[in-house]
Structure formats: structure tokens, C-alpha cells
């Protein structure tokens, strides 16, 4: 079968023929379409090798979606043709969804598998996991009340773009940075407040659309002069959030704000509630880019440039 994976830490992801993954005890999924996600090339690259088990030769993708050919035994939780979709990081992991097959834990040890809600495509389900259960961890860790002001750095992005929806239909005010190009559809996600990128220092910009100062800043971008020039914008006691990881030391030890790297966490229980939002209409995937199997190793590299926003980055496997 086709397969996007790497023989060892630091090789450039490539497109390979491996044998069809037998599944022991776990989950064996015909994968439809997978997502993108900069977890991908993190692995990839060694630098999450002191996170979890890895086998080699390793196929990469952690967000995928599909339909089940066979359980191994002592499965319970699926059953032959069930559509499921989740973050397919079992321990170890040795078979990710850039192939026509993959092999994932019932319930992984690192992840979350559940089934596809009626009526959702592959595509669609395939973008939501790892980037939607991110923002909803993000926005219930900084405990931004309703009525509150939380900014979004990076809303354009695929945890950005989920988190100005999920935020908004929780009655948050939302202030998000986007370019010109794409303002009008950040509003239609639900954001109230645009800064457009480049037009003036974002800093100055939250002094003129929030002089009271905001709730929350949540970083989707890992800019840290960025967020520690914007972070006396936070009221005392606010958040300041960094998905991308690297906040600033200085930040970390300020006690006027709580800042901090977000780490997911809870996954079974943020992709049921991701599920549910999805299947509400209350949140949708937006994805920038459609690309073939054979064209994840430049998606992963940052070589393919969505016309509008960024969002996510679909792989269409069949």
C-alpha cells in the first residue's frame, strides 16, 4: 500500500510502498482522508522522540478518518464497517493515517478514536481532531467568562480558526488577527473585532479596540516577541495562552497573568465534545488546501499555500 513515512528521526518524509498493517489488538481503518498538522513534522523530526514509543519503519499522520475492515482481538468498543475518525496516536506508534491503511488502538494510549457522526464527510471529520480539540482545551483552560474578551493570534490557522467559533458560541467576544484578504470570513466565524496584519502594531491596535484590556490572548502563531509585546493588554489575573509552545520565561514567571504552553489533554472527552459541535452546526472545519496522498511531504514542509485561509489541510486518501 501507499504510505508517507520515514525509516528513521530526521529523513525527509517521502511516499512509500510498506506491507498492509495487521491489526493485534486494535483497530484496522481504510483511511479516506487525513489532516495535517505541525505534530507531523515534529515527530518526524526527533523532536518529540522523549514523547511516546515509535516503531520504524514509521508511517506518519496523527488525524485521519475512515471505515473499519478488522478488529483485533478483545476489541469491543468497533466493529467492521463503522466510520470513525479521531487522533490515531496508539503506544507504540508505527502506523499513522498518510497511507490507504491504517492501524490504531481502540482507545489510544496517546489519542482519541470515536465514530463519524451521520451525515459528516471524511474530509470534514478528518480535519477536526488534533487542531479542534486543541482550541477547546485552549479556551477552557483560560476561563474566559461570557461576555469576556479573549484575541486570537494566528485565527486563521486550523486551532485558530476553531477556536474563534468555539469561543463566539460561547458568548465570548473575539478579537483575531487576520489580513485583509480573508477579515470578512474570520467575521463569519464569529469574531467581532479584526486587527489586519501589518495595517499597525497589533499592541496599539488592542488599546484602541479593548482600552479596558481583554480577558485572554491565545497564541496559535508561537511568536514570542509577539506575545510578550501584546501581553500587558491582559487584564490582571487574565491568560495568556501558547499552543505553539515557547513562551517567554519572563512571562511564565509574571504574576500579574496566568501564562503558560498549553498541552491537549483529555482527548477522549474533547473529541466527544468536538463531536457534538460539529454535528450542532455549531462549529465547521475550514480547509485551505486539498491535496493528493502522494502531496503530504510538501504540505509538511510548508509548500502549499491555501488561496484564503490557512485552516486545515486535507489529504485525500480515496
Not at 522522540?49 to 483485533?72: I, K, Q, S, W
Request: charged share 20%; net charge negative.
Amino acid at each position: 500500500m501507499r504510505a508517507i513515512g520515514i525509516e528513521h528521526f530526521g529523513e525527509t518524509p517521502a511516499l512509500k510502498e510498506v506491507p498492509v498493517p495487521e491489526p493485534g489488538g486494535e483497530v484496522r481503518v481504510a483511511i479516506e482522508a487525513a489532516s495535517t498538522n505541525p505534530l507531523d513534522l515534529a515527530i518526524a523530526s526527533g523532536a518529540l522522540a522523549a514523547l511516546g514509543e515509535y516503531r520504524f519503519p514509521l508511517t506518519l499522520g496523527m488525524d485521519g478518518a475512515g471505515t473499519v475492515t478488522a478488529v483485533g482481538g478483545g476489541v469491543t468498543e468497533f466493529g467492521v464497517g463503522d466510520r470513525v475518525f479521531g487522533q490515531f496516536w496508539s503506544r507504540p506508534l508505527r502506523s499513522g493515517t498518510f497511507a490507504e491503511v491504517a492501524v490504531v488502538q481502540a482507545a489510544p494510549a496517546f489519542g482519541a478514536l470515536a465514530r463519524i457522526p451521520d451525515g459528516l464527510p471524511s474530509d470534514a471529520a478528518a480535519a477536526l481532531p488534533t487542531a479542534g480539540m486543541t482550541a477547546l482545551g485552549a479556551i477552557d483552560a483560560m476561563r474566559v467568562p461570557e461576555g469576556g474578551t479573549l484575541v486570537i493570534l494566528g485565527a486563521t490557522g486550523g486551532v485558530g480558526t476553531f477556536a474563534v467559533q468555539a469561543a463566539a458560541a460561547r458568548g465570548i467576544r473575539v478579537i483575531a488577527t487576520a489580513s485583509a484578504e480573508v477579515a470578512g470570513e474570520v467575521r463569519e466565524l464569529g469574531a467581532t473585532g479584526i486587527i489586519e496584519r501589518g495595517t499597525e502594531p497589533i499592541d496599539l491596535a488592542l488599546r484602541r479596540l479593548a482600552p479596558d484590556g481583554v480577558d485572554a490572548i491565545l497564541d496559535a502563531v508561537g511568536d514570542r516577541s509577539l506575545t510578550s509585546s501584546v501581553a500587558g493588554a491582559v487584564q490582571d489575573g487574565g491568560a495568556l495562552l501558547l499552543v505553539a509552545f515557547g513562551v517567554d520565561k519572563k512571562l511564565l514567571a509574571d504574576e500579574r497573568i496566568r501564562a503558560a504552553d498549553y498541552r491537549l489533554d483529555r482527548k477522549p472527552e474533547r473529541l466527544a465534545e468536538l463531536t457534538r459541535l460539529a454535528t450542532a452546526g455549531t462549529i465547521r472545519p475550514v480547509i485551505g488546501a486539498m491535496l493528493s496522498l502522494e502531496e503530504a511531504p510538501r504540505a509538511l514542509t510548508g509548500g502549499v499555500e491555501p488561496a484564503g485561509m490557512r485552516g486545515k489541510v486535507i489529504l485525500q486518501v480515496r
